[in-house]
């Protein structure tokens, strides 16, 4: 079993910077892989990055160049800097670990942005 918790939403203003957080706990040696995942209202749940347990990762192309996705295996934290932020990027962000075929998830937290 793992556990999600996220951190670091909020509102802020076009062109500005929040980082996310997701603290893992459990089974934490077993995750593969990790991710960050959003949904916006009326709209499917979409990857936004994802992060291999040795580091590399991947991005949505939305998000290319202006995220950056990392992880500390030692405190098992996941982040999510997010800079020059627009207002589609507004939506409740999630993460995401994966153990083998076992799938978990965070409880969410809340990114606004405002043009």
């Known amino acids: 079993q793992v556990q999600l918790v996220e951190s670091g939403g909020g509102l802020v203003q076009a062109g500005g910077s929040l980082r996310l957080s997701c603290a893992a706990s459990?089974?934490?040696?077993?995750?593969?892989?990790m991710g960050w995942y959003r949904q916006a209202p009326g709209k499917q749940r979409e990857l936004v990055a994802g992060i291999m347990s040795g580091g590399s990762s991947s991005y949505a192309d939305s998000v290319k160049g202006r995220f950056t996705i990392s992880r500390d295996n030692t405190k098992n934290i996941l982040y999510l800097q997010m800079n020059s932020l627009k207002p589609e990027d507004t939506a409740v962000y999630f993460c995401n670990a994966r153990v083998a075929i076992w799938t978990y998830w965070g409880q969410g937290t809340q990114v606004t942005v405002s043009s």
């Open positions: 459990g089974s934490t040696s077993s995750i593969n892989v």
